[in-house]
């Protein structure tokens, strides 16, 4: 933004500035789970509250404001009323952000962080015990003070915001309940018929159907995974001159600089895959955030350089992921390294590798779910969260809420509540709003997926000539530029002319499960 | 420090403050060095200068001043005067530092700071081509900014002090050039004659005395020098829950909290004791830092649970990598595991292995120095930052300067500038008044063995029984919890119960000298 008037260059200024201490905190965060020892935890704990209490100051101050105000006005005046495009959303989405942060009384804003860390201890012991009454007065004091902020926030809000809707804007903007209604109502229908499907294709003969326990071997060598994971990223355009990956216990990506990209991953014993898919899951995420439009750095502070939803950024790792390494073709090309150097081929053929990387069964877990039930984990939980924010639930009711509705959704029932609705961190984080984003992933991934097959042909036909540059190249000239310049439902449908549906994910599935199925 | 005056506690706050903020630049300096993609240093530059604003603005603040001023007085009026000891040490060192930061005018710091920047810039350029010509502007330029620097720094100072030894000060507090002369003038005398003696000897049939080239084998295999190192630290109290060792291109040691300690090495080509006399080394660096007086970090934010000085550091990175690791008990520990999986044994036997733990020939580069040696590199450097900061020499003449004194120290000539004037960094960032620490290690480290062996016995008597762990505990009960309450002079003498001299070392040195010659 050359020529710009003062008041411009400030506000960058003040943004460049917060934009370097919020990736301070993202370098002490990858830090702490790559290599800090653990006794370290405490005062890095420190270190972070120190810069959360200074980007806090800077996102929310008087100052801030003023420079704001004085940035509206000079864009304004400097262009006689016609502010162009890109800087008056960069403004908007600033102001908006602003009005939300000014909105919270700074008593409920400590309140909160001091029960989401209570709300954290409290479940990770709870979970250990499998004693959901020891974590149920944290949640229920999460529950209180998340409707509290979403009753202060409402004034930033538009009117018919519902208290679910205005704590999920974070997370996905401008989403609605009608929305996920429209789009999740189809997933009901349409995804326990399909694990029907399966169920009653592997009561017959042939035992191959049940997912990981048939074919794969309970361990592939770590130095050969690590290895597949090295030639994977390579052959995606990893570029180690602004990459690096390295070991954590939960792999994640994140972007600690316009040109400094991390990605982590980990081998897990008796799962074979793991590795090797999340490499390529987390990968997606990073080439979205590498293909945001930053460019020269001047985008980097501004936030139409940032990813513009969750549901947006998961569908970027779910293409990688379910759409290109889950897939036949590229199963039929890697199924050879991933022989290399054992003693037998666990496997047979290529057919029945592929059979392997595609688990179809429906489990307690959700984070090692396949991709016929996961939409339905989220449902679950979507439900369950407005039951709990907007249906005056009690909390002491979510346990058998959870178990009740997992057996008519998925057809199990957990054991424990440590294999039930104590097994994700988000709740016990006070994270409402945020689990929708993982299906919206899947459906927007399709979505894109079929737009991207009518412009340049099958994926699998790129994917067996090796030419998944191609397909970077599509998502790189057609999504990953756009960054906040629409929001995630527009985006899907400036890509694909039309609103995002149910539909491509569906048809997919039914298209994948009738070929999984072909092999047993 | 329980039941304090508030104005204490609002002083600890503050330093605590202080000290999140230098401990997260370590971090992000640690992350450049070990994991950090190349293309992400743009990004961290800014990082690290946005830290270091906010700590220097922190620790010369006309606020810091009035918080510091209150709590003297309050410590005063508290005890009735008769401050316990160690407050009294904590503000008075504080209240130094603070007098140094004012004496320095603004416009001085941004110009050293940038100076350094284009100094190092010119270096890196004049290195690459051999062009001494390239750098001199930009030394020039340093050393004028630094005499500015210890002009105003003066007021601060006591009266006799020289520029020179009020550049050293934070490296070596109250060091005085009488004192180094009284130390190095018997390295002069000495250490020539010792490096005369070896050139006799290996002048003679016997071939084994060329150091390096002689019996060592040209590579060790990578994964077997990873496990000496991991067994090395291993066997000398490396806990994995406070320490974490990565890789960088040139090893260090830094501590970034009270409970998270890091050390780095790094496998070097045609150096195979280079890792792991490395790892002795860092090490032992780390063991001060773990050992200082923190305890339940009430000392961590304050200035007595420092290091106190350059050379008491290096004085205990010396003691575990040359007395310890290099020593002949050690050697004949160790040799069996060296040869691990090798397919013939490069050594022969136990001495000849020892023998190449100790190379005993005058090179050109100070890093790669011997015990000898070393001592005559950093009298030269010393030297001539005398002439250049207090006796006019122009830098012009300083290439001249370097090779006629490193032929009458050493006997050898650099063929380049390259490897001559050029060779160290330290300069290329008016790093000025630090060599002296280095040789200072080793004295100190000297003396402080000698006491340690007229009260527990000869170390090879503990290293050969397996017994570091008496070695350790020896310094940990008389060295490390000293912390800044003396100065690197002080402790010296407090322990080993006389002024700190050269003797020692030369003493000790006469005795390996001989003790590897009769090796061969």
Wanted: overall charge negative; aromatic content about 8%.
């Amino acid at each position: 933004m050359p020529d710009q008037p003062a008041a411009l260059i400030s506000l960058q200024q003040h943004l460049h500035h917060t934009r370097l201490l919020g990736s301070i905190s993202s370098a002490l965060y990858y830090d702490q789970n790559t290599v800090m020892p653990p006794a370290g935890a405490a005062w890095r704990g420190d270190q972070l509250a120190l810069l959360a209490s200074q980007l806090h100051e800077r996102q929310s101050s008087a100052a801030y404001a003023d420079l704001l105000a004085a940035a509206e006005d000079a864009a304004g005046e400097a262009v006689g009323g016609d502010v162009p495009d890109a800087l008056r959303r960069n403004l908007q989405l600033l102001r908006l952000e602003l009005e939300r942060q000014r909105c919270l009384d700074p008593a409920l804003v400590q309140a909160l962080a001091r029960a989401q860390s209570r709300g954290n201890a409290l479940w990770q012991e709870a979970r250990r015990s499998n004693d959901f009454s020891a974590f149920a007065p944290g949640l229920s004091e999460l529950v209180q003070l998340r409707r509290q902020q979403a009753r202060q926030l409402a004034a930033a809000e538009p009117a018919d915001r519902s208290p679910w809707e205005i704590l999920a804007q974070p997370f996905e903007p401008d989403i609605s309940k009608a929305q996920l209604n429209a789009l999740f109502t189809p997933l009901k229908e349409v995804l326990p018929q399909l694990l029907d499907r399966v169920a009653t294709a592997s009561a017959g003969p042939e035992p191959a159907a049940s997912a990981r326990a048939a074919g794969s071997p309970a361990e592939l060598p770590e130095a050969l995974q690590e290895q597949l994971c090295s030639e994977l990223l390579q052959s995606w355009g990893y570029d180690p001159s602004r990459c690096q990956r390295s070991r954590s216990a939960h792999p994640f990506s994140c972007t600690l600089g316009p040109a400094d990209f991390r990605i982590t991953t980990r081998v897990v014993p008796g799962q074979p895959f793991s590795a090797f898919l999340a490499t390529a899951h987390e990968w997606g995420h990073s080439l979205y955030e590498q293909g945001l439009p930053w460019g020269d750095d001047h985008y980097f502070p501004w936030p139409l350089g940032e990813a513009t939803s969750m549901g947006v950024h998961e569908s970027q790792s779910l293409f990688w992921e379910c759409r290109v390494a889950r897939g036949r073709a590229f199963a039929e090309r890697w199924y050879p390294r991933f022989r290399t150097g054992l003693e037998a081929d666990p496997w047979g053929n290529a057919s029945r590798f592929w059979r392997q990387l595609n688990p179809l069964q429906p489990g307690l877990i959700r984070v090692e779910a396949d991709e016929l039930s996961y939409g339905l984990h989220i449902v679950l939980r979507y439900e369950l969260e407005l039951a709990l924010l907007e249906q005056e639930m009690p909390v002491a009711e979510l346990p058998a809420a959870w178990n009740g509705r997992m057996q008519e959704l998925l057809g199990i029932r957990p054991a424990s509540d440590a294999e039930g609705c104590l097994q994700d961190i988000h709740w016990a984080e006070g994270l409402f709003g945020y689990f929708p984003s993982y299906a919206l992933g899947h459906l927007i991934s399709a979505q894109l997926a079929e737009t991207l097959e009518a412009d340049i042909g099958p994926i699998e036909r790129h994917v067996d000539a090796g030419e998944e540059a191609t397909l970077q190249g599509w998502l790189a000239g057609h999504v990953w530029p756009l960054g906040r310049s629409v929001n995630g439902a527009e985006l899907v449908e400036r890509v694909s002319g039309r609103p995002l549906s149910a539909e491509p994910f569906l048809g997919y599935l039914e298209h994948k499960l009738e070929r999984l199925l072909a092999v047993g």
